[in-house]
């Protein structure tokens, strides 16, 4: 993250009541938000999330789930973000790809919705990599 992203990091975990405990660094480099981070977003902002599934192998080896979040802005009015998670053998080691799917997808919106997606912070979700050490 150069300076400006840093300053900005800072201000959104402010104001998505997040603490350094919700945050860890990837090996590859990236700032990772754990799973109960990505809740407490949700919570706090109030996020409402929907899913489909809009593909699912006979196998259920492969799944994409699509959602659609939903959050009020500092104005009132609502602010509507739509995203995909994915899982198949090839980027999930767990035997549960509908389950890795959603979670993929949910943590995908509410970065999105919260702003921290946009300054390069991915949940842990997102790849068996970003695991913390």
Known sequence: MNETQKQRFKVLAEENNL???HFFKAPQGYVIIT???IERI???RGIRVKYDIVSL????????????????????????METYGEASPENAKQKY?????????LSRVVLKLS?????GVYSEDESDDFKRA
């Open 35 to 37: 799973r109960q981070g």
């Open 57 to 80: 192998s006979d196998d259920l080896k492969y799944c994409v789930v699509k959602a659609y979040g939903e959050m009020a802005q500092k104005d009132g009015l609502p602010m509507l």
């Open 19 to 21: 603490t350094k405990d």
């Open 115 to 119: 702003g921290l997606y946009e300054i």
């Open 97 to 105: 790809k509908v389950a890795m799917a959603e979670k993929r997808a």
């Open 42 to 44: 949700q919570a706090y």
